[in-house]
């Protein structure tokens, strides 16, 4: 599924970033992130509906197709159609994760503008006319907080969301386009445990085309329901936080090859090898909580209460590092970016506009970055 900050995908899920919380001293001179993240910690484990913790993940592969391991892209993913300039293809590069679709020609070669937020699994196994049978199983232990039964609800067609506890943050795989959904809200699932069963529902898929469209996301905003009926007014969210708006992907194909190597590999060491793309300085609002939520995003000390927060971004819009600035700023203000050349709309999903001389935050992108901090 495609996520920009726009794509409908709430009755369309799609993605993009998070907000964050005012960590200032509390009486006794305690620091507040100790206190948040105590209070959190509380939260998590006395909640029935957040997933069982676990200490390290255990990924196993949501269907019986298993050529990821063996290298074979063409037989894992599920190919996309293109029509370039009236050259029409069928490149299963498409069904990849990152920036793999829309090629534009520019002085540089092709730049690749359409992100793809997760992975398309191809069938293994179809019945007599073509429908696809493969079961869709949780990749790990966890809870499922979302199930969407009316396909049209979403460009992800039927989808399952599960809730993971991992070294006491929790990540969310979502599963997409399914024919049939056999688990509820509230469901405790265990690794390889069926959720449903592999489908084409969802915008522009057909028969052919069949696949799961799998994602591991990290939440953004808890209060994102308040933050969608103010931006989109006229559109409903019918998927709580599970909205795709509200969640970002990491490459889970390149994360499933990591844990092969290095078995229980965590989430944030994964993404330490990511590179910065761009940073975005916030207010130090009471409601910016990613920290809190993510704590390992917090690399520095913040001592007293700080003016801002910077938060450092992949280039595909990945929260990396969230530290303390002495800054002070009424509203998001991009701080840092990686200069190259280029149409950087083209390169940030639309987050940030302009070449390299006058890069900036898009009146979208501001909009995605006022999530990490609302209501400010």
């Known amino acids: 599924m495609i996520r920009t900050p726009w794509s409908r995908r709430a009755p369309a899920p799609k993605s993009i970033f998070p907000r964050l919380v005012d960590f200032g001293p509390r009486a006794g001179r305690l620091h507040a992130f100790t206190k948040w ?9 006395a909640s029935p509906m957040l997933a069982q913790a676990s200490d390290t993940p255990n990924l196993a592969l949501p269907t019986d197709n298993d050529a990821l391991f063996r290298g074979d892209g063409p037989d894992f993913y599920q190919y996309i159609l293109r029509d370039f300039h009236g050259e029409k293809s069928t490149p299963w590069q498409g069904g990849q994760y990152g920036f793999v679709r829309d090629p534009v020609p520019t002085s540089s070669g092709l730049v690749y503008t359409r992100f793809h937020e997760g992975i398309d699994i191809k069938p293994v196994r179809r019945d007599a006319q073509g429908e ?10 966890g809870v499922v ?42 469901t405790p699932v265990t690794r390889g445990q069926q959720l449903g069963v592999m489908g084409h529902t969802g915008t522009g898929l057909d028969r052919e085309r069949a696949h799961l469209h799998l994602e591991l996301n990290l939440l953004l905003g808890r209060n994102f329901d308040s933050w969608y009926d103010h931006f989109v007014p006229n559109d409903p969210n019918r998927h709580g936080l599970y909205n795709g708006l509200n969640l970002t992907g990491i490459d889970i194909a390149r994360y499933f090859l990591a844990q092969r190597k290095q078995p229980g590999l965590s989430v944030p060491r994964f993404l330490a090898n990511e590179d910065t793309f761009y940073k975005v300085t916030l207010p130090a609002a009471k409601n910016f909580d990613l920290a ?79 999530l990490l901090i609302w209501p400010d």
């Not at 993240?37 to 484990?45: D, P």
């Not at 696809?132 to 232990?141: K, S």
């Not at 969407?148 to 795989?173: I, K, M, P, T």
């Not at 520095?300 to 700023?329: D, H, Q, T, Y």
Request: net charge positive; hydrophobic share 35%.
């Open 145 to 186: 907080v979302h199930a969407n039964l009316v396909a049209g609800y979403s460009n992800y067609g039927r989808y399952v969301v599960v809730e993971h506890r991992w070294d006491g943050s929790s990540y969310y795989s979502l599963y997409g386009h399914l024919a049939s959904i056999s688990v509820e809200k509230g």
């Open 132 to 141: 696809p049978l493969d079961e869709v199983r949780a990749i790990a232990d």
């Open 292 to 370: 809190q939520r993510y704590p390992w995003l917090l690399r520095k000390n913040s001592g007293s209460s700080p003016a801002s927060w910077e938060v450092s971004f992949s280039r595909s819009g990945i929260p990396l590092e969230v530290a303390p600035s002495s800054k002070a700023v009424d509203g998001p203000v991009l701080s840092y970016v990686d200069k190259r050349g280029g149409n950087y709309s083209q390169l940030t999903r639309g987050v940030l506009t302009g070449g390299a001389r006058n890069v900036r935050l898009s009146e979208n992108g501001e909009r995605a970055m006022r």
């Open 37 to 45: 993240f105590a209070l959190a910690t509380i939260l998590a484990t």
